[in-house]
Nanobody, 114 residues
Framework: VQLQASGGGLVQPGGSLRLSCAAS????????MGWYRQAPGKQRDLVAT???????NYADSAKDRFTVSRDRTKNTVHLQMNSLKPEDTAVYYC?????????WGQGTQVTVSS
């Protein structure tokens, strides 16, 4: 299984970005896909997850600003980020969990700065 993330970049405070992550390989059964982020010198933290059935979970910092969605037919997960703040600056990683195994993407840099 491989994950390919895209969509990061530099954006001004208050702006928006959309991250995407496509999973490829032999994926069977229910899965959880999601996004985590890691700022310099900090641990990797949950941003948002979505399960096969569509139920979502958000970190408090992401609620009301970020929206996670997925295309099950393509094993793709998206993260729409609005009203971005400088403290959202981090490397964002996508993760796929299936049958007790976690797979990580390579990470995409998001920088929020004026």
């Amino acid at each position: 299984v491989q994950l390919q993330a895209s969509g990061g970049g530099l954006v001004q405070p208050g702006g928006s970005l959309r991250l995407s992550c496509a999973a490829s390989g032999r994926i069977f059964g229910a899965t959880v896909m999601g996004w985590y982020r890691q700022a310099p010198g900090k641990q990797r933290d949950l941003v948002a997850t979505i399960v096969t059935g569509g139920m979502t979970n958000y970190a408090d910092s992401a609620k009301d600003r970020f929206t996670v969605s997925r295309d099950r037919t393509k094993n793709t997960v998206h993260l729409q980020m609005n009203s971005l703040k400088p403290e959202d600056t981090a490397v964002y990683y996508c993760k796929l969990s299936v049958r007790g195994t976690d797979y990580w993407g390579q990470g995409t840099q998001v920088t929020v700065s004026s």
